[in-house]
């Protein structure tokens, strides 16, 4: 591991010369936000954070204490810089705009402040998901339209794992790089540099408990990841089953080890669960930078427009070989 590379070192040496240091300047607000919100994490069993605060978000899921703490940390910290005209959240039906006495700077920032809420209280890994776009016209910038761009179109994703360490993995689209928190030094050290997805996979992760919701074409899939040879489908490979049920750590673990993550459509959900802006989205960016990619089951999840913030997109992402499997599948007759 290269000793005491700071992430803020790293982004300020990999930052394109051109660059006026905005968005390292975001980047290291957001890495700022997570060092708080894994102070919170790591003590959510001792202070009064744990639990429900009894309200509902957009999605109608309950909001964990922890959702919202996490969810205003990191609007307060990014709201006044100057570098973000206007953000996202999973956490708030409408767009987050700037304050009127704070100057709006250049990126919009869309972000899943915690995700995995259904682990909180059971000390299990959660994540943070967070994506970064250019405002479409610099004039009228902090409109939706700065938002709701495709993936392709990000400057900058990545996420935050607050597990048995707290990692932050990101991308700027040269490569992905993963950083440890040292809590004693309170600074994310270079630890995973250029992060490439290995070959062959290791591990699927689905939540097998749907199966007899999904259709004939995903249950075939399901059986094949799962080892069953299928008529007219290649020899199944040999892949061990890993499901967290936070997309941020079933993601990095198949990251690190190779596999693939699917939350199909269902037959009455055809949409599936995972929302397209602030999770499949910017993990599809990262997953391109590894080597991987990510598919609804028809295209690349990198390259769909998103028409309204908290819109959901069935999701099949890691292993290049392993999606392309599904997409075959899920378009057979
Ligand atoms: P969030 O906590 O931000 O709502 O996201 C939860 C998502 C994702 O993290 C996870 O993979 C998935 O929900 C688990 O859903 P199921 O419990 O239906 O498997
Ligand atoms: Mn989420
Ligand atoms: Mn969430």
Not at 53 to 76: C, H, P, Y
Not at 159 to 177: A, F, I, K, R
Not at 191 to 214: C, M
Not at 279 to 305: T, V, W
């Amino acid at each position: 591991m290269n000793k005491f590379v700071t992430i803020e070192r790293f982004i300020l040496d990999n930052q394109p010369q051109t660059a006026k240091g905005e968005l390292t300047s975001l980047l290291y607000d957001i890495a700022l936000a997570a060092k708080i919100i894994s102070y919170k994490v790591n003590r959510a069993g001792l202070q009064d954070i744990l639990g429900r605060v009894g309200s509902t978000n957009i999605q109608g899921e309950d909001q964990q204490k922890l959702d919202v703490f996490a969810d205003r940390i990191i609007f307060q910290l990014c709201d006044h810089p100057g570098r973000v005209c206007v953000m996202a959240s999973e956490e708030h039906k409408e767009l987050l705009h700037i304050p009127t006495h704070y100057e709006k700077g250049n990126y919009a920032l869309v972000y899943d402040p915690l995700d995995g809420s259904s682990n909180i209280d059971v000390n299990v890994n959660i994540g943070t998901i967070f994506g970064i776009y250019r405002a479409k016209n610099w004039e009228e910038r902090g409109r939706k339209e700065d938002v709701l761009q495709p993936a392709r179109a990000l400057v900058a994703a990545g996420y935050v794992l607050y597990g048995s360490s707290t990692m932050m993995v990101y991308s700027t689209g040269q490569g992905v790089h993963g950083f440890t928190l040292d809590p004693e030094l309170g600074e994310f050290l270079l630890s995973h540099q250029d992060i490439r997805l290995p070959e062959p996979p290791a591990y699927y992760s689905i939540n097998a408990s749907y199966y007899h919701y999904w259709t004939p074409q995903m249950k075939a899939y399901a059986d094949w990841l799962q080892g069953h040879e299928v008529a007219n489908a290649p020899k199944p490979l040999k892949l061990s089953a890993r499901y967290i049920g936070s997309l941020v750590a079933d993601f990095h673990r198949n990251l690190l080890c190779g596999g693939i993550f699917a939350y199909p459509a269902e037959v009455n959900k055809p949409e599936g669960k995972i929302r397209l802006l602030y999770e499949a989205g910017p993990l599809s960016f990262l997953i391109e930078q590894a080597g991987g990619r990510a598919s609804n089951g028809r295209e690349n999840i990198i390259d769909i427009q998103p028409t309204t913030l908290h819109q959901r997109t069935p999701i099949f992402i890691g292993n290049s070989y392993l999606v392309e499997q599904a997409e075959k599948f899920l378009q057979r007759m």
